[in-house]
């Protein structure tokens, strides 16, 4: 059709993204790092504010924010879901002293915009307690979703599809994601339909009307083919998904042999009693391991695939030395960048794998 950009495809897999997740706006964008530059846009995120995220993600979170002209405020993750810590982010902002019109002001002078919660490695992060906060406070929440298309959310109200429990979804079609386009690729999902529009501007230079601009926005726009890629690809991804959760499982009974799950930590699964199937989506299978780097060269020994998803948490990146964070700010998140593994999850890996994988890792330690 020579349709490169944007046009019937891209709207088809918008489409589909809002019947997938029930969401009832869906705009694609050039990737899940700029879903998330776009949605701060929208809200006109920009100097002399803040919004808060968790210093254990990838570097695009924390990053989409600064470029912004906000300050990314950190606050520390759990230490079993390594998502960010509602009884942390409850602390920090019951410290901020609040403008005349209620709004948290951090102890930067910072107005605080929005919450921005990660739903790590396909687990979602503790929906309804951050949601209890963002009303209390007036703050609207981005999901960053870019690991979790998929994932499942057990809240009280329901079950709820990552990406679609808060104000707006972020997702990415990076090939290493869950649904992995052909190239790079983003959606943002929303509820509100004059944001959708906002952001619908703003994804091609800000204007409503060809050559007529009220906003200034960037070039944010989706392939035409990697939506055609995309399109084919989400009917399976549930059965994708499905593949990575019977691996997970197969590591698991692996690992209690020899009592191995006693030495390192295995993913921790809090929503497993919920009944939904894609309760986690296994977007990276992480475990905990003591002597990790030692372990590393085991594995690589033996080429046996491997990846630390994050070994320098965000606070202590050398481009944020300005915000002023230290070592030891947040303890969780650090112990957690010395210890965490990544192992080979992807749905087409074989029990015997799995089991290769298991026993290399068994013999380093027993
Ligand atoms: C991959 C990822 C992003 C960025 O997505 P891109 O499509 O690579 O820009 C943002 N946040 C998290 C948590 C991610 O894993």
Known sequence: SQQFIMGPKVEAFEKAVCDYTGSPHAI??????????????????????AVITTPFTFFGTAGSIARTGAVPVFVDIDERTYNISPAALRRYLEGCRLTPEGRP?????????????VHLFGLCAEMDEIAAIAKEYKLPVIEDAAQALGAVYP???????????????????????????????GMVVCRDAAMADTIRALRNHGGERRYYHRMIGGNFRLDALQAAVLNLKLPHLDSWSA???RNAALYRKEFANGGVDQIVTLPHEPYAGSGMQN?????QFCIRAPRRDELIKVLEA????????????????????????????????ERAATEILA????????????????????????
């Open 279 to 283: 309760h986690h989506t296994f977007n």
């Open 155 to 185: 809240s009280k109200t329901g079950p709820k599809q990552a990406g679609a429990i808060g104000d707006f979804g972020c997702y990415s079609f990076f090939p290493s994601k869950n649904l992995g386009a052909f190239g790079d690729g």
């Open 302 to 333: 033996k080429q046996i695939g491997h990846a630390i998803y994050y070994p320098l948490p965000l606070h202590l990146q050398e481009c944020f030395a300005y915000l002023g964070y230290r070592q030891g700010d947040f303890p969780v998140a």
């Open 28 to 49: 694609g964008v050039s990737s899940g790092t700029d879903a998330l530059l776009i949605v701060l846009m929208a809200l006109g995120i920009g100097p002399g504010d």
């Open 105 to 117: 002001v951090s102890p930067g002078g910072q107005v605080i915009r929005a919450l921005m919660p």
């Open 243 to 245: 593949g990575r959760q």
């Open 343 to 366: 192992l080979p999850i992807y749905p087409e890996l074989t029990p015997d794998q799995i089991a290769e994988v298991a026993a290399a890792i068994r013999d380093f330690y027993c």
